[in-house]
């Protein structure tokens, strides 16, 4: 569900890139009040984790069509929305710049539709409840799917009014909704129960890890069996084996909005031609994208017969592909934490 700039106005680019930014600064805020010092391994890990785990799409049967982990209520429930929303944002940033995956100007867009609806919305007034304060396999099972499902389709249904409000495609309106909708509820099913499963391995194995991320003193889980560190260093290797390797098996099928978009007007979603702020942006992405669409640049003197085979070609056992993950993860790594180590100083700073 990362928007291109093709989708969206400079206006309303530039609005959602300012509704993140607060929302951000809002975040860091809440995050510096906080007594408890922000988490800053825990952040880092799961960014890498969310990174690469957005890079394995999964097919949705009998569409054409495919979806991916966004991450978000995972982050929730793992971190608190405000680290949460700060880490997603730190996931999408790294995408856009340097993987070529959603446009700059889209980026606010792309972390409100993902991070705002799922940390801000659907974990306190649908996962939180649901889950109770004595959790059980079942109530964590259940708060997932219904938590992922509801944010999930408010983010579908927010890019659809992004796009409309933009006014640079001649989407038909119900349709693409009727598209949009249906096909994140199955991606929304799947990232419910993939969410449910991690958060029942840290619920068993560290129980505390989540406490402090819902504000409650315990979870009822009983003592931990990991230590925390192996916990952290499960998830990272997980990170690395999921971007490194499981990404050669991600579907080629496009996503559910790219779907959606073929659907509703083949012809008619592209941008209009006329130069403005959209073109820089793309020179400027161009030129930061390492490896764009994960994976090395493409060779303009390799014919494009070869080029569309070796796309075609399942699982794409891709050197490209497994360094995209690899790097990926370890710049999500850094940058999350580099953002948890700058809001933990502010709170030193802030408190004496």
């Known amino acids: 569900m990362h928007m291109a700039d093709a989708l969206i106005s400079p206006a309303v680019g530039g609005v959602f890139w300012a509704a993140t930014a607060g929302l951000a600064a809002h975040s860091a805020r809440k995050i ?67 993987f070529a995956d959603g446009g700059l100007l889209a980026w606010g867009c792309n972390v409100f539709n993902l991070g705002f609806y799922t940390c801000f919305l659907a974990y306190p007034l649908l ?31 927010s890019v659809v009014l992004e796009t409309l409000f933009s006014g640079v495609t001649s989407l038909s309106l119900g349709a693409f909704i009727l598209l949009m909708q249906p096909i994140h509820l199955a991606i929304g099913v799947v990232e419910g129960l993939a969410t449910a499963a991690l958060v029942c391995y840290v619920w068993r194995v560290r129980p505390e890890i989540l406490a402090p991320a819902s504000g409650q003193s315990g979870t009822g889980a009983g003592s931990a069996i990991l230590s925390r560190r192996s916990v952290l260093l499960s998830l990272a290797v997980l990170a690395l084996l999921v971007g490194g390797f499981l990404s050669w098996f991600a579907s080629p099928s496009p996503d559910g909005l790219e779907w959606a978009l073929e659907k509703t007007a083949p012809a008619e979603a592209e941008v209009t031609p006329e130069p403005d702020i959209r073109s820089t942006l793309a020179v400027w992405q161009e030129k930061t994208a390492i490896l764009p669409d994960y994976g090395f640049p493409a060779d303009p003197e390799e014919p494009a017969s070869l080029e569309a085979e070796e796309a075609e070609a399942w699982p794409a056992v891709n050197a490209g592909t497994s360094l995209a993950g690899v790097v990926g993860s370890a710049l999500t790594l850094l940058l999350a934490g580099l953002v948890g180590l700058v809001v933990s100083r502010w709170h030193r700073l802030a408190s004496g």
């Open 32 to 98: 510096r009040d906080n007594p408890e010092q922000p988490d800053i391994p825990l952040m880092g890990v799961m960014g890498a984790f969310v990174f690469a785990a957005q890079m394995i799409n999964f097919s949705i049967p009998g569409t054409g069509s495919s979806g991916h982990l966004g991450g978000g209520l995972l982050l929730a429930i793992l971190l608190g929305p405000w680290r949460g929303f700060l880490t997603l944002a730190s996931v999408l940033l790294i995408q856009c710049l340097f």
């Open 127 to 157: 996962y939180l409840p649901i889950r109770g304060a004595q959790p059980t396999r079942r109530r964590l099972v259940i708060a997932s799917l219904v938590a992922a499902v509801v944010g999930l389709q408010l983010g579908a249904f």
